[in-house]
C-alpha cells in the first residue's frame, strides 16, 4: 500500500498568512494526487486534483503543486473560513489511500 | 444537483451485520464508479470500497476483504455495503462518494457504531 504522510499534523496561523501543507507518498502517485478539506461534522470537500488541477468552484488562493512522491498544497492568504482539517489522497494504486490529516486553525 | 444520501447506520454488536445504502440522484448513476469511505470518531479519513459503473469490478481494502461487500442496483439507482463480522473498529461514519476518477462529491455520512 502506499503511505501518505502530511505535514505539519497542526498549524496555528494568522488571516492573510500564506500557508503550506506538504504530503509525502512512499512511492510514485503518477501525480494522481487530490487534497479535500473537512470541516467538523461535515463531508470532506476536493479542493485539488490531478496534484495541481482546482476543482470548479474552489477560491483561487488554493493551489497544489508536486510531482512523484512530494506534493504540497498552499492557501496563499489564509482567511477564516479555511479553519479546518486538510487531506491528502493517492489514487493510483488501490487500496487508495489518504494522508493522517493536517487541522488548520486561525489564529 | 448530485445528490447522496447514506442510511442503515445503527448500533450493532460485535459479529453482526448491517447493510448501508446509498441513494443517488441528479447524474447518471449507471455511469459512474462509486465508493465507500469511513472516519473513525476523531480520525481520519479511511478508503473502504470501490464498484465500476456497471459492478462488474470491486475492490477492497484490506481490513475489509472476506466480510464486506459492495454491491449496486442501477435500477434502483442505489449504492449498497453489506458488512459481516462487525467489529469495534469498523466503528465510522460511511461516507458513500461519486467517483470522476477523484471524489467531487460525498454524501452525508451514516454512523454505524460496533458495541456490545
Known amino acids: 500500500d502506499i503511505q501518505l504522510t502530511q505535514s505539519p499534523s497542526f498549524l496555528s496561523a494568522s488571516a492573510g498568512d500564506r500557508v503550506t501543507i506538504t504530503c509525502r507518498a512512499s512511492?510514485?502517485?503518477?501525480?494522481?494526487l487530490a487534497w479535500y478539506q473537512q470541516k467538523p461534522g461535515k463531508a470532506p470537500k476536493l479542493l485539488i486534483y490531478?496534484?495541481?488541477t482546482l476543482q470548479s468552484g474552489v477560491p483561487s488562493r488554493f493551489s497544489g503543486s508536486g510531482s512523484g512522491t512530494e506534493f504540497t498544497l498552499r492557501i496563499s492568504s489564509l482567511q477564516p473560513e479555511d479553519s479546518a482539517t486538510y487531506y491528502c489522497?493517492?489514487?493510483?494504486?488501490?487500496?487508495?489511500?489518504f494522508g493522517q490529516g493536517t487541522k488548520v486553525e486561525i489564529k | 444537483q448530485v445528490q447522496l444520501v447514506e442510511s442503515g447506520g445503527d448500533v450493532v454488536q460485535p459479529g453482526r451485520s448491517l447493510r448501508l445504502s446509498c441513494a443517488a440522484s441528479?447524474?447518471?448513476?449507471?455511469?459512474?464508479?462509486m465508493h465507500w469511505v469511513r472516519q473513525a470518531p476523531g480520525k481520519g479519513l479511511d478508503w473502504v470500497a470501490l464498484?465500476?459503473?456497471?459492478?462488474?469490478?470491486?475492490y477492497y481494502t484490506d481490513s475489509v476483504k472476506g466480510r464486506f461487500t459492495i454491491s449496486r442496483d442501477n435500477s434502483k439507482n442505489t449504492l449498497y455495503l453489506n458488512m459481516n463480522s462487525l467489529r469495534a473498529e469498523d466503528t465510522a461514519v460511511y461516507y458513500c462518494?461519486?467517483?470522476?476518477?477523484?471524489?467531487?462529491?460525498w454524501g452525508q455520512g451514516t454512523l454505524v457504531t460496533v458495541s456490545s
Open positions: 490531478a496534484a495541481s
Open positions: 462518494a461519486m467517483s470522476q476518477g477523484y471524489l467531487p462529491h
Open positions: 512511492q510514485g502517485t503518477n501525480n494522481y
Open positions: 489522497q493517492q489514487l493510483n494504486t488501490y487500496p487508495w489511500t
Open positions: 441528479g447524474f447518471t448513476f449507471s455511469s459512474y464508479g
Open positions: 464498484i465500476s459503473y456497471d459492478g462488474s469490478s470491486k
